[in-house]
């Protein structure tokens, strides 16, 4: 069973960075693909992005695309989103999931993806 934290969410100002963290506890976290969502009030959770088990291919949301990167360490079974160049509608709760990697098809669909976190705010004020 893995379990999922996020960290690193906050306020900041339009056109700053952020970097999110997704911790992961349990074993072979090497095998999970996972994936970035956020959520607004009042919106379904979006993708953001996803980076594969071993870290060599991701997908991203059009709209964060050249702004937002995934990465990972899994020596230290942590993922990245770094978020660059922040606008107000960026504004949402961030999800990390996981899922073990059947491939990127999959990457997208909230419902792929069995384990998440709890979730960390991040505000962009304009």
């Known amino acids: 069973q893995v379990q999922l934290v996020e960290s690193g969410g906050g306020l900041v100002q339009a056109g700053d960075s952020l970097r999110l963290s997704c911790a992961a506890s349990?074993?072979?976290?090497?095998?999970?693909?996972v994936g970035w969502f956020r959520q607004s009030p009042g919106k379904e959770r979006e993708f953001v992005g996803a980076i594969s088990k071993s870290g060599d291919f991701t997908k991203y949301l059009d709209s964060v695309k050249g702004r937002f990167t995934i990465s990972r360490d899994n020596a230290k079974n942590t993922v990245y989103l770094q978020m660059n160049s922040l606008k107000p509608e960026d504004t949402a709760v961030y999800y990390c999931?996981?899922?073990?990697?059947?491939?990127?098809?999959?990457?997208?669909?909230?419902?792929?993806?069995?384990?998440w976190g709890q979730g960390t705010q991040v505000t962009v004020s304009s």
């Open positions: 999931a996981a899922q073990r990697d059947r491939g990127s098809y999959f990457y997208r669909s909230k419902s792929y993806y069995e384990h």
């Open positions: 349990g074993p072979t976290f090497s095998i999970y693909a």
